[in-house]
């Protein structure tokens, strides 16, 4: 069995994604090659739109946080699902934008977003804009004023809430780059300050608690410390919060180890909660926000790599060449992040090696795994690393100058690329003499 279901073998023995072989892949498009599968994206997209619908009743969107992977292609199936979308960035925006994404449809996000970004943000009619800070308040109200136009925002709260790994803490969060503190009162003070302005309209307020979390019980905490919030708010204020934006962070199955929840029950226990806290405090159901990135992107990925060699160095460890690394995928030489590895072209084989998989980076840290168990590994194989749809192809550099791969999107057992490889031409295109 694999971490992710669209994973299987064929006859010959090798591995398939999506119905179609990878060694195939390999061979059509070349390697290192990121291998995305665009039915299963769609399927992660309703899973996580239904789950609003059956618990919540309709009063929602979810917004795919583009980080995670972000290209053309990725944006138009968004579209086409209709899914609302995160960006962080003037460059996610835009490219967003090329295909026609609606912008009341967009959250921009961001703890430090530039003058010409929150211009453009506003000028684009960008639907939310998360405000994550005073200073971004000002400087927002002052550009909306100068132009003439409203912002629609929502504040980046702390709940006090931090769920990063398999459990979750209730303090410590405070200690963020991102967003309003709850307990000192800034966050309060803030909401107050922004009734104020002229050229701003608080339609709502965002927390993110974490990312790759497989609890719910941080998600359902983090609901009611924001509603309580809001309360307050509507108590004191007598200013009604409509939106509340619950932010992403579902965990997914990267390696054995992992054992995530099913998306759909994340929606259903906060749904709950939420209608509870709503009728307990007598507030208006807000209309409710999620925002999964690695969910939807992350299972629907695999890389494809060509061994180049094997170094046995006796006992102490075996390395195995690829021809990618840390350029492609720096999520082990960042956080020591695991993963599955399988030998394409001997899917059917028992894992007998255990190794080390290096990059060919002039960096020792360039790593994609250790102590990885993987079929018998030789020169010429085609290695796979599963579950690499998310923070990977976003994630990369051109170190040591080597062009990015190609992405390949299959659907329906046809493989396009949505994404080309980079060319020597590409890796000198900014220089000048
Ligand atoms: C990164 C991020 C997400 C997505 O997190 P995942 O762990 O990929 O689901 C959602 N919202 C915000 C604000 C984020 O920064």
Redesign the pocket.
């Known amino acids: 069995m694999f971490v992710s279901k669209n994973l299987s073998v064929n006859e010959k023995g090798h591995l398939t994604a999506g119905g179609i072989d990878t060694v195939e892949l390999a061979k059509e498009y070349g390697t290192p090659l990121y291998v995305m599968d665009e039915d299963l994206i769609r399927e992660h997209c309703r899973s996580f739109k239904q789950s609003i619908d059956k618990y919540y009743g309709g009063e929602g969107l979810a917004c795919y ?1 583009s ?2 992977f972000c290209c053309r292609a990725m944006c138009k199936i968004m579209l086409e699902e209709g899914m609302g979308l ?1 960006v962080v960035s003037e460059g996610e925006l835009y490219t967003a934008l090329s295909v026609g994404f609606p912008p009341e449809r967009i959250c921009f ?1 961001g703890n430090n977003k530039t003058d010409s970004e929150i211009a453009f943000a506003l000028e684009k009619g960008v639907g939310r804009i998360i405000v994550d800070n005073i200073f971004e308040l000002e400087r927002l109200n002052a550009l909306a004023e100068k132009t003439g136009l409203t912002a629609n925002i929502m504040y980046r709260i702390k709940p006090g809430i931090d769920a990063h790994t398999h459990n979750f803490i209730m303090t410590g969060q405070i200690d963020s780059k991102f967003g309003f503190a709850l307990e000192t009162g800034e966050a309060f003070e803030a909401v107050k300050k922004a009734i104020e302005c002229s050229h701003i309209n608080l339609v709502g307020l965002h927390c ?1 608690i974490g ?2 979390i497989f609890d719910i019980d941080p998600f359902v905490r983090a609901a009611e410390v924001m509603l309580t919030f809001i309360a307050k708010i509507r108590d004191e204020l007598k200013f009604e919060v409509k939106e509340l934006n619950l ?4 965990g997914i199955k990267y390696t054995e180890e992992d054992a995530p929840v099913a998306y759909d029950r994340y929606m259903e226990k906060v749904s709950e909660k939420v209608k509870e806290v709503c009728a307990e405090k007598n507030i208006a159901l807000p209309f409710i926000l999620i ?5 939807v992107a992350a299972p629907a990925g695999i890389t494809l790599y060509t061994v180049g060699g094997r170094k046995v160095i006796p006992n102490i460890r075996t390395y195995i060449s690829v021809d990618g690394g840390m350029g492609d995928n720096p999520r082990y030489a960042l956080y020591q992040s695991k993963y599955d590895f399988e030998v394409a072209n001997k899917a059917a084989e028992p894992k007998t090696d255990v190794v080390t998989v290096a990059g060919k980076c002039c960096e020792t840290g360039d790593l994609l795994g250790e102590g990885v168990s993987v079929q018998h590994v030789e020169v010429g194989d085609t290695l796979a690393v599963l579950a690499t749809g ?1 923070y990977n192809y976003s994630m990369s550099s051109n170190y040591n100058r080597i062009p990015k791969p190609a992405v390949v999107m299959i659907k329906g057992g046809e493989s396009r690329v949505v994404v080309k490889r980079e060319t020597l031409d590409d890796v000198i295109r900014n220089d000048l003499l």
């Open positions: 946080a980080k995670a995160d996000h993110h990312s790759q932010g992403g962070g579902f925002e999964p990135g690695r969910s998310a």
